[in-house]
């Protein structure tokens, strides 16, 4: 009921020796310019009370990284106001590109991951996150993710 990615997209293996730059399973800093943490676009399952859940990195501000560093291991850290920041994993399977959609991350309990809310656009991944999806189209989310080979022809990979 969940799929994520290692790193933003626009992080490269030859970051790895780069003083300026880290990669760690929740945060990122890319030459000391670029910020990130991963947070988790929660799904709605219809019928149930499943959520499907795209583990996804999305950039702040400088002051925004630096803020959510600062309470990261604080108890009532969910009481933060939420962070503007724009999605930086791109889920190939949507018609549309998903990155930089527009999002703001909210901060939750110590050890659990931001709540990624997405801008109520027309896209369909915020149509998705807004009305939930079918228990049928997360078996379609796994087979496009598992087995892209086997994704049908016109369809994003």
């Not at 626009?10 to 670029?34: N, R």
């Not at 399952?45 to 996804?56: A, K, L, M, P, R």
């Not at 400088?62 to 108890?75: G, I, M, Y």
Request: hydrophobic share 35%.
């Amino acid at each position: 009921m969940s799929y994520s990615t290692m790193a933003p997209d626009v992080w490269d293996p030859g970051f790895e020796t780069d003083p300026d730059s880290m990669l760690s399973s929740d945060q990122c800093v890319i030459k000391g310019q670029h910020f990130f943490i991963r947070g988790l676009i929660e799904i709605p399952v219809i019928g149930s009370e499943d959520v499907f859940s795209w583990g996804v990195w999305v950039s702040l501000s400088r002051d925004n990284f630096t803020r959510s560093l600062e309470v990261w291991n604080t108890a009532g850290r969910e009481a933060e106001k939420p962070y503007f920041g724009w999605l930086s994993t791109e889920l190939a399977l949507y018609p549309e590109s998903t990155t930089n959609l527009k999002t703001n991350a909210h901060t939750r309990p110590i050890g659990n991951r931001p709540f990624i809310e997405l801008e109520p656009t027309d896209h369909p991944l915020a149509v998705e996150q807004r009305t939930g999806i079918t228990l049928d189209r997360v078996r379609e989310i796994a087979t496009a993710v598992m087995h892209p080979a086997k994704a049908r022809p016109g369809e994003a990979r």
